[in-house]
């Protein structure tokens, strides 16, 4: 690992524990609380470690970024005492084998889609379908999916740079906001799901260079970006205007690829005969079928 790297995952874990303590009280840790004069929001860092079974010293290193060496058994601890969900559990993990001599490096996303998955979606004439690297990328797309997204694929911001982004849609087209009915949401799970990237790949360039370049030119990510958020991306429901078949309400679910490290494939499927479906009938019959649109490279 290089030492701006390591300089970069410090940080990162410095921000992350200091951030997860603020947010919990005394109360909600079950600890009591003498005197009503407390300097800081949420928990001291000798009241985390007396959660976590720790010295106050070993404790505020590890807040400090010294997460090389933390055994299994003092981060669950740590994850026990600061109440981490799934999601953030991960992460810590995550961020203490970044901070390992070995300098873990996992495999980096890509945006090359094999032939198979091609014809997955090419088959999936029913229903929207996308796939997706880790960094938001739309690598490739069946008839459906892009005619449901043709607001992220008729952007002025990939004209002349591809491929389509929808983190880059998001924050830096106002055609956003018409086409996310829930935009301060997408915006939360956007940056909390890239977040959760950086601790899996902390060396991914692209990843890199994508979150600088939001952070510099929209200040509503900046803001979401210093909360430290994660968040896994599995399933939900996605509200969408189209600007020709109007306010959707599609459940989704996202599926990662084993054999293609960061790769997702992510669907839509509405209920039968509920107006959602009806309405991607009607654009369905818009568009040709069997198409699909491949837009990855390296």
């Known amino acids: 690992m290089t030492d701006p790297t390591k300089k970069d995952v410090a940080a990162e874990v410095r921000e992350f524990l200091s951030t997860r303590r603020a947010r ?3 109360e909600q840790a079950g ?27 070993y404790y505020v290193r590890l807040e400090r970024g010294n997460l090389a060496g933390a055994s299994d058994s003092v981060l669950e601890a740590l994850a026990h005492a600061l109440q981490l969900n799934e999601a953030e559990r991960t992460h810590l993990y995550d961020l203490a084998r970044a901070a390992s001599p070995s300098g873990r490096r996992p495999a980096v996303t890509s945006s090359r889609v094999r032939p198979t998955i ?20 739309i690598v490739a797309a069946n008839a459906l999916g892009r005619a449901l997204y043709a607001p992220l694929f008729d952007s002025p911001l990939f004209a002349q740079r591809g491929p389509v ?8 087209d106002p055609a956003s906001q018409d086409f996310w009915v829930d ?42 970006w210093a909360r430290h958020d994660v968040k896994f991306h599995r399933s939900g429901l996605k509200n969408l205007h189209h600007p020709l078949v109007g306010d959707l309400s599609l459940p989704y679910e996202a599926m990662e690829l084993p054999s293609d490290p960061g790769l997702r494939l992510n669907f839509y499927t509405p209920e039968p005969d509920s107006p959602e479906q009806q309405a991607l009938n009607l654009l369905a019959s818009w568009t040709s079928t069997g198409t699909v649109v491949s837009s990855g490279n390296d």
């Open 165 to 172: 982004n929808s983190a880059r849609f998001l924050f830096l």
């Open 118 to 137: 091609l014809r997955l979606l090419d088959s999936m004439t029913g229903v929207p379908a996308f796939v997706r690297n880790a960094r938001f990328d």
């Open 24 to 26: 919990i009280t005394p």
């Open 31 to 57: 600890l009591p609380v003498y005197g009503g004069n407390r300097r800081v929001a949420g928990l001291r860092r000798e009241e985390v470690a007396l959660l976590a079974g720790v010295s106050v010293d």
């Open 183 to 224: 935009w301060d949401k997408g915006a939360d799970d956007a940056v909390a799901f890239l977040r959760t990237e950086t601790g899996r790949a902390p060396h991914d360039k692209a990843l890199t260079d994508l979150i600088g370049e939001l952070t510099t030119r929209s200040s509503d990510f900046a803001r979401r």
